[in-house]
């Protein structure tokens, strides 16, 4: 058998595009490595007839990625800040968790789109642009001219800006009767992300209440 039929083939899915960044936050498992993460709620649709959005919950993997998180973290952080991204996300899938609904009290089941941020090409806080990515492909690392993809896509940003930004608190554990917070969540302790979702938790306000065995929020 050859080493070509032996060899390990990857397959990549790959979204782009932009959206307003959320939740923008440092995790800090109780084991492993603090890592950054947030919210996107991605733009899709035209200005003409409506913007809608769909939102992924990502982890920050790229390097670059990292670094603009590292350095803006605080700015994306400040009460009504209003925060775009053109962005590559990576390994994207469903994931489900259950919440309480607050008006039936009954425990309903939620999903959301989670992912890796692999590389963000342009940061704009409040109007000002604060980071673009050099022109290259920011997946292949290939040096390319600048497309007219990308530059619509950042033309994007500016037509949406007037609109308002989705809330902060439109997370995935969000009541989708009241937009708030759901009062208790529950976790697969089996689950590979086990650690950081409970991270996540914690960062959120909510503490284990074991006669419920569930996540309250405070």
Known sequence: MSNQE????????????????????EVSPENGDAF???????????TDK??????????????????????????????????IASFVIGDIQPTSYSYVDK???ETKTGCSIDGRLIAIKSLKINGEVVFKQERKNVVEGETQEETQEDTQEFKT????????????????EVDVVTGELAQEITLDPTAK????RKAELKDLGYTWNGEKKAWVLK
């Open 103 to 105: 008006s039936s009290k």
């Open 157 to 172: 940003d500016t037509t949406t800006e007037t609109k308002q930004a989705p809330s902060a608190t439109d997370t995935p």
């Open 36 to 46: 950054f993460a947030c919210d996107i709620s991605a733009m899709r649709g035209n």
């Open 50 to 83: 409506g913007v809608k959005y769909t939102k992924f919950s990502v982890r920050v993997v790229g390097s670059k990625a990292k670094e603009v998180f590292a350095q803006y973290l605080k700015a994306m952080r400040q009460k009504d800040a209003k925060v």
């Open 6 to 25: 032996n060899k390990t083939v990857y397959f990549d899915l790959h979204a782009t595009g932009a959206g307003y960044i959320n939740r923008a936050r």
């Open 193 to 196: 992300d086990f650690d950081e």
